[in-house]
């Protein structure tokens, strides 16, 4: 039987941080179970996991439905589609069976690009390779997660630009279904169109080609580091709707504060941005989910952010240095470093 490979690219920027990342999980995890109840898929779907934060990882090689367990998604800085595309050409050179004299190899692969950011690598060059090389090779359809990817590069990448609109809590749900459902058309007939989207108007639209801003204007994700168990945790601020500033900048209100892993390192790029939020543009201050330090929004001398208690004294978790905040001083705004999305 041959086989029809699935390739899942996966955003797992730090703008995912929160719940979209779980419900991308759980989504994989449903699509898979969902197909299993379908004979023609369990006979010939194959699916393939890549990540992509600051760097890009296939944590699920092609495997069998049935063989198939739903990975942690790792979260990092950056969003290296370039890397991305770069592995997914690697795993098709690899992991494809190509048809020779003797027998027929796999069926064109579908890619599902499913990404909520702009591109902090150097992406144009790998775009030109697939376009050249491999864009006849795979069904590509890339997919907005709402307003703030980059659809100029997108539509460089493919015809097949959708938008999801995740307005309800059921929204999610359907997008999932239509992509089982469109996997399950396709590996029952090969020629039928797997980008159909007129029965989930709702919540899909086919989107133009407008470029984005050069960061995700619709949040502010900040990294810190507990000081008391040296982990990471990421501070999401999203946008505040019709709210600005004397000087009509955005204003972002907190949506959480989220503990991760140094593993977030490891799936960051680790190249310096100059791209600054001011703190009068963030409304609400979290405490350390780490610890439970009261205070996660301390800024040390070397710029990084760290959590303190009620005394005001730590050690910062970046450079080591010795720290001591005068708790009774006014709050004053400064510019902090926002991460890349």
């Known amino acids: 039987m041959r086989r029809l490979p699935v390739f899942f690219l996966l955003d797992c920027s730090e703008s995912m941080i929160g719940g979209n990342l779980e419900k991308l999980k759980k989504g994989i995890q449903k699509i898979v179970t969902d197909l299993r109840r379908d004979p023609h898929a369990l006979e010939t779907v194959y699916i393939s996991v890549i990540a992509f934060a600051g ?43 190509k048809t020779t004299s003797e027998s027929k190899g796999d069926w064109k692969p579908i890619v599902y690009l499913i990404t909520d950011g702009r591109p902090t690598d150097k992406v144009h060059e790998e775009i030109k390779i697939w376009q050249e090389q491999y864009a006849n090779k795979a069904n590509f359809i890339a997919i907005s997660l709402g307003h703030s990817a980059d659809m100029s590069i997108l539509h460089q990448l493919t015809e097949t630009v959708i938008l999801f609109n995740d307005n309800s809590q059921d929204d999610f749900a359907q997008f999932i279904k239509w992509i089982t459902s469109s996997v399950s058309a396709h590996s029952q007939n090969i020629n039928q169109d797997i980008t159909s989207i007129n029965s989930y108007s709702n919540v899909l639209s ?32 999203t946008l505040a709707n019709n709210v600005t500033d004397l000087n009509h900048q955005h204003k972002y209100k907190l949506d959480g504060c989220y503990p ?32 439970g330090n009261n205070i996660a929004f301390a800024v040390c001398n070397c710029g990084n952010l760290l959590c ?32 890349k999305g």
């Open 55 to 97: 760097k890009a990882k296939t944590i699920v090689p092609l495997i069998d439905l049935i063989s198939f367990y739903p990975p942690m998604l790792p979260i990092g800085g950056g969003t290296s589609l370039g890397a991305a595309l770069r592995e997914l050409r690697q795993q098709m050179e690899t992991t494809l069976k």
């Open 308 to 339: 303190i208690d009620h005394t005001g004294d730590a050690i910062c978790p970046w450079c080591e240095q010795q720290l001591q905040f005068n708790m009774d001083s006014p709050d004053e705004d400064f510019d902090v470093i926002r991460g």
């Open 260 to 291: 991760v892993d140094n593993e977030y390192f490891d799936w960051s790029d680790n190249k310096n941005t100059a791209l600054l939020v001011n703190t009068n543009q963030l409304i609400g201050a979290p405490g350390c989910p780490h610890c």
């Open 206 to 237: 086919f989107s133009d080609a407008k470029a984005s801003q050069y960061y995700d204007e619709n949040c502010v994700v900040l990294v810190g580091k507990c000081s008391n168990v040296r982990q990471p945790y990421l501070i999401k601020y």
